[in-house]
């Protein structure tokens, strides 16, 4: 099976600009969640979607959004993007009560 | 969510030596997990573990879930230079989905 995609993996935007990443999970997961990663915070939980439905969302403004497409495909979306906003954004999927596989990320720069 | 506390934060070591790392937390968890992440990459898991008191061990690695559901340990054998890297506990309660709580990791060194 193929592995959690995600795309691009890397990205360099500027202040005030929006971003949208987007995540494949592993064939037959329906569960995605995505996590943000810096040197200050560590990994840090952004949210997970269900079948389409976010179930839990982290303690991440409301710039941070996503959604989750009929074919278990996520996309995130930062809008008004901020200096601290510059992470390795990570998107992890689940068969269910189960492991979660990360991807190998999208690492976001914001000047 | 909340934060894990992982340690030791770092750990300098000669190849062949064993090595032991620990998370708690001050709540409950049903799933611990421990991961390994090479710079640029994502994490890859490396031991999942669903009971109180369970033991698991994959190749030269061993994790225990603590009988109190609040730790846990990951115990490296014979360590090789392929060990370096940062490893990761997370918790997972899993009862309305599944978020995790990360540790801040332990970075490994390992030196031939």
């Known amino acids: 099976k193929a592995g959690v995609t995600q795309t691009p993996r890397y990205l360099i935007k500027t202040r005030g600009q929006q971003v949208t990443l987007s995540c494949s999970p592993i064939?037959?997961?329906?569960?995605v969640s995505w996590y943000q990663q810096t040197p200050g915070q560590g990994l840090q939980f952004l949210f997970e979607?269900?079948?389409?439905?976010?179930?839990n969302k982290g303690n991440f403004p409301g710039r941070f959004s996503g959604r989750q497409f009929s074919n278990s495909r996520s996309e995130m979306n930062v809008s008004t993007l901020e200096l601290g906003d510059s992470a390795l954004y990570l998107c992890?999927?689940?068969?269910?009560?189960?492991?979660?596989?990360f991807g190998p990320g999208t690492r976001l720069t914001v000047l | 969510g909340q934060q894990l506390n992982q340690s030791p934060q770092s750990m300098f070591i000669q190849e062949g030596e064993d090595v032991s790392m620990n998370c708690t937390s001050s709540?409950?968890?049903?799933?611990w997990l421990w991961y390994k992440q090479d710079p640029g990459e994502g994490p890859v898991l490396l031991i999942a573990?669903?009971?109180?008191?369970e033991l698991t061990s994959n190749g030269r690695l061993t994790a225990q879930f603590g009988i109190t559901r609040k730790d846990s340990f990951l115990n490296i054998s014979a360590s090789i230079p392929s060990d370096v890297g940062i490893y990761f506990c997370?918790?997972?309660?899993?009862?309305?989905?599944?978020?995790?709580?990360f540790g801040k990791g332990t970075s490994l060194l390992v030196t031939p």
């Open positions: 992890a999927s689940s068969a269910g009560a189960d492991t979660q596989y």
């Open positions: 064939s037959g997961h329906r569960s």
């Open positions: 979607y269900f079948s389409e439905t976010q179930r």
């Open positions: 709540s409950i968890f049903n799933t």
């Open positions: 573990l669903y009971k109180a008191g």
């Open positions: 997370a918790g997972q309660l899993g009862h309305s989905g599944y978020a995790l709580n």
